[in-house]
């Protein structure tokens, strides 16, 4: 098939302006990108009107092959529409959410003995729906809790109807046993009553209603029955301590999204009723440039349908695009109103925060994973053609301000994966501030200067006492990352080469345009173009992952230095004053600025100082150039 441009003028002339759906195809007519839009036209235009779009948007206009649009009555309906045909066609560019199963829910029947049960499907079904629950662990559990608490049945009525005897339940008393009449159907039916009070968050109410009943039983000498409420109470009671929400938060869900290394993770926090339900992480399937607010719009947007229905309130850890629009689509979806925040104070804010770490953990453990680490240096190995396994990974970056306190960062990525125990940092010094080449020399230079065949004409000018000491500086890596472009590999190329070492794969990591995660350039020591690479391969995710962690290692390793240094006493840097001396000083004028204020007859009456270092003191705080015979 011959490929020619996609005339996008002659179409938008014929684009309609009603609301619908438009399914972007390639030159295979595979979909590639499903949207939505209230103006088809105006939506449409928008790609093809401004040079200044998003990466992504970018890329996509060059495989348009041809646009089919689907007219809907309602943007509302264009919504729908659209989530089932991402769904279904899963294309390229659109955020797609993978787990698509509906929600759990506890279900309580409708028979003469009601039974506890988990459930999952259509919500038209006789009796009595709890939840829904974040996870079938969390059904799990809740049911468990039922099971001690109110000891209501949740065998099947096969098992319950055919029963002669009371089973292993009512023997370590997790059920009351109705089956054999081991309990009146009026208590049964209370406890039953109370169980359902509970599932809907009125524990409170339920806590009171025992207590008089434990009170009444006491005065009635019906001590049994006493003990039993007792039992409940305390159950109740250990519940409600450790849930610090109880009967703050009604129905809410809560989400986070967080990125790293091209992989989106977005964590829930499910609250009913007043209790926390549970948690569960999802990790859409993304374009590796998509900003945050279109990934966590998408997501919501599919998330929630007829069989997970939206609470009342949702809250999400950062602004998106047609917030009004997704609240009335919500609304309209569970048939009551639905607000969406991401302005929140006190209790939903510690919550959400809570929910950005359990994204953060949860990305931190995908990228852990023995199985994620073999894939990605698998692929590693295939794009870069290697003969032999990649076993270790090197990175290198510098940080500084503006030239001052610069640091080197070298993490280390193995079978294992980060391996942090192998990190280190270089304090550079000796060179013009600023110049990140001289530095990324020094810092090559003292890394793998141990390995060095031949170091006679080897200039190791500022090289540390630390360097020079005979200490394990780890093995030799198979590969090693530098943080920039081609001059920056270049460096690199210098570095080991002057060593004489060789079979080390050097990989130079440009930063894309606008600095943006995702778009970055590879260089390859020896090859004059860029690496072609997909931006979603595994490979590429574990170039970022490691060239991200030696920028945050840089980082960190250069504020302390810079923060250390901004801390330190002048009086440090006047010789013959040590600690002792120096807390004598600051301790009798008050702090360093006394001092300055100082006369030399006034420090020389401090005890150990004598009038040549109080001289000395005095002209070192004032600036003044001392010299000593």
Known sequence: MISTPFDYKAFLNTCPKNSGVYMMRDLDLKIIYVGKAKNLKNRLSSYFRSKQQSPKTTVLITHIHIIDITI??????????????????????NVRLIDDKSYPYIHLS????????????????????????????????????????FKVRQCEDAFFSNRSRPCLQFQIKRCSAP???????ADYAEDVLR???????????????????????STSLAFENAAKYRDQ???????????????NINSLDIFALHLEASIACIALLSFRDGRLLGAKNYFPVIYPTELKENILNAFISQFYGEQRLPPAQIVLDHNIDDLDFLSTYLSNLSGRKVTILFQVKAQKNRFRNMAKENALQAIKV??????SISARLSDLQKVLRCANPIKRIECFDISHTFGERTVASNVVFTQEGLSKTNYRRFNIEGITGGDDYAAMRQALTRRFRKFALDTNNIDFQHIDNADTKSRDLGDMPDMVLIDGGRNQLQIGIDVLQNLKIENIALIGVAKGEGRKSGLETLWIAGQETPLLIANDSPAFHLILQIRDEAHRFAIEGHRARRDKARRRSILEDIPGIGEKRRQALLTNFGGLGGLKQASIEDIAKISGISDVIATLIFQSLKGIETFIE
């Open 179 to 185: 089956c054999t009449s081991e309990i009146s159907q």
């Open 110 to 149: 409708k028979h003469l003995y009601p039974k506890l049960s988990s459930y999952r499907g259509g919500r038209k079904l006789a009796g009595t729906l709890f939840g829904p629950y974040p996870s079938s662990q969390a059904v799990r559990d809740t049911l468990e809790m039922m099971m001690q608490i």
């Open 195 to 217: 169980a359902s009070e509970f599932l809907h968050g009125k524990s409170s109410a339920v806590l009171d209603d025992l207590i008089l009943k434990m009170a009444q039983a």
């Open 366 to 371: 995908k990228l852990a994973g023995k199985a």
């Open 72 to 93: 809907t009555p309602t943007e509302t309906d264009a919504l729908i529409l659209e989530n089932n045909l991402i769904k279904q066609h899963k294309p390229r560019y």
């Open 233 to 247: 109470i305390t159950q109740i009671r250990k519940i409600q301590s450790n849930n610090a929400i109880e009967g």
